[in-house]
T-cell receptor, first 109, second 115 residues
Framework: GQSLEQPSEVTAVEGAIVQINCTYQ??????LSWYQQHDGGAPTFLSY????GLEETGRFSSFLSRSDSYGYLLLQELQMKDSASYFC??????????FGSGTKLNVKP | DADVTQTPRNRITKTGKRIMLECSQT?????MYWYRQDPGLGLRLIYY???????NKGEISDGYSVSRQAQAKFSLSLESAIPNQTALYFC??????????????FGPGTRLTVL
């Protein structure tokens, strides 16, 4: 089977940096993706890590350590509009994706 | 115009009714997916299709069926709806071409309530 663990909720203030962790157990691992979902909206893709290391896209960065079965999403210079749920998703063979239960990020002024 | 559309956006139905959710995409993607989202459980894969002739079960396919009518259309059916199928349903597409669609594009979702 497979499992993904991420914190259910995180709170941070505007302008700060926040890290959302994701640990996984799965076979046939291809990579780790991150998605953002605002309340009532559709998930939207943020980043993907297929190899170990850090990927940076503007204010967002994502990290993967395959040996530790661990990844994280780093959000810098937090803005109010970053308040949303963030999901890690493990890709396995044949395009099967398994999503974590999501981390609700609350950004306070 | 949206690249991935879903109809209806909201639906209330009764136990035992047959219902179809439809998904259309203009992205030209080969791969299409159906997920359901329940509070606190994230997204779970119901079915996926790599092309018109290819249909595969996901994690939770029991009680559901799908049809890939064309490259652009992928519909999800509940043959006999039950209350625990009340959820938010998302269709998604992936470009294919690689072994792994690291990015998927989601429709706006269909909120289904089964009474």
């Amino acid at each position: 089977g497979q499992s993904l663990e991420q914190p259910s909720e995180v709170t941070a203030v505007e302008g700060a940096i926040v890290q959302i962790n994701c640990t996984y157990q799965t076979s046939g691992f291809y990579g780790l993706s991150w998605y953002q979902q605002h309340d009532g909206g559709a998930p939207t893709f943020l980043s993907y890590n297929g190899l170990d290391g850090l990927e940076e896209t503007g204010r967002f960065s994502s990290f993967l350590s395959r040996s530790d079965s661990y990844g994280y999403l780093l959000l810098q210079e937090l803005q109010m509009k970053d308040s949303a749920s963030y999901f890690c998703a493990v890709g396995r063979g044949f395009n099967k994706f398994y999503f974590g239960s999501g981390t609700k990020l609350n950004v306070k002024p | 115009d949206a690249d991935v559309t879903q109809t209806p956006r909201n639906r209330i139905t009764k136990t035992g009714k047959r219902i179809m959710l439809e998904c259309s995409q203009t992205k030209g993607h080969d791969r299409m997916y159906w997920y359901r989202q329940d509070p606190g459980l994230g997204l779970r894969l119901i079915y996926y299709s790599f092309d018109v002739k290819d249909i595969n079960k996901g994690e939770i396919s029991d009680g559901y069926s799908v049809s890939r009518q064309a490259q652009a259309k992928f519909s999800l059916s509940l043959e006999s709806a039950i209350p625990n199928q009340t959820a938010l349903y998302f269709c998604a597409t992936g470009p294919g071409g690689e072994m792994f669609d690291n990015e998927q594009f989601f429709g706006p979702g269909t909120r289904l309530t089964v009474l």
